[in-house]
C-alpha cells in the first residue's frame, strides 16, 4: 500500500503561482511512476503529467506544456507540481497517484493509488 497526501492548493487570482506537493509513504516511492490529475466540476478526471521512477522522462498534457512542471525528490518521497501562469480554467481538485506497473502512464485506469485531492480555485 501506499498512502498519499496532496498539499499546496488554495485560491490565487488568474496569472498567479501554486506548488503542490504529494507526499508518499508505505512503500518505496522510487519505485513508482508518479502522476498528477485534475478533476473540474462536471467533468471527467484528466491527466496533468506524469514523472518516470528516475524523473528524467517526463508527460504533460499539451494544453498545460510550458506553464506547469513536475518534478519528484525521492529522497523527501516527494512530488512536485509547479503551476505558473494560472488561468480560471485550471480550477479543479487536483490529485496525485502511483502507479507500479507502466513505463509513463497518462490514464487513470494505469494508476494504482491516489491520494484525496486539493482543490484549486483561480479567479479572474
Known amino acids: 500500500q501506499v498512502q498519499l497526501v496532496e498539499s499546496g492548493g488554495g485560491l490565487v487570482q488568474a496569472g498567479g503561482s501554486l506548488r503542490l506537493s504529494c507526499a508518499a509513504s508505505?512503500?518505496?516511492?522510487?519505485?513508482?511512476?508518479m502522476g498528477w490529475f485534475r478533476q473540474a466540476p462536471g467533468k471527467e478526471r484528466e491527466i496533468v503529467a506524469a514523472?518516470?521512477?528516475?524523473?528524467?522522462?517526463?508527460y504533460y498534457a499539451d494544453s498545460l506544456k510550458g506553464r506547469f512542471t513536475i518534478s519528484r525528490d525521492d529522497a523527501k518521497n516527494t512530488v512536485y507540481l509547479q503551476m505558473n501562469s494560472l488561468k480560471p480554467e485550471d480550477t479543479a481538485v487536483y490529485y496525485c497517484a502511483a502507479s507500479a506497473t507502466y513505463r509513463l502512464p497518462t490514464l487513470r485506469e494505469q494508476y494504482d493509488y491516489w491520494g484525496q485531492g486539493t482543490q484549486v480555485t483561480v479567479s479572474s
Open positions: 514523472i518516470h521512477k528516475g524523473g528524467v522522462l517526463t
Open positions: 508505505g512503500r518505496t516511492f522510487s519505485n513508482y511512476v
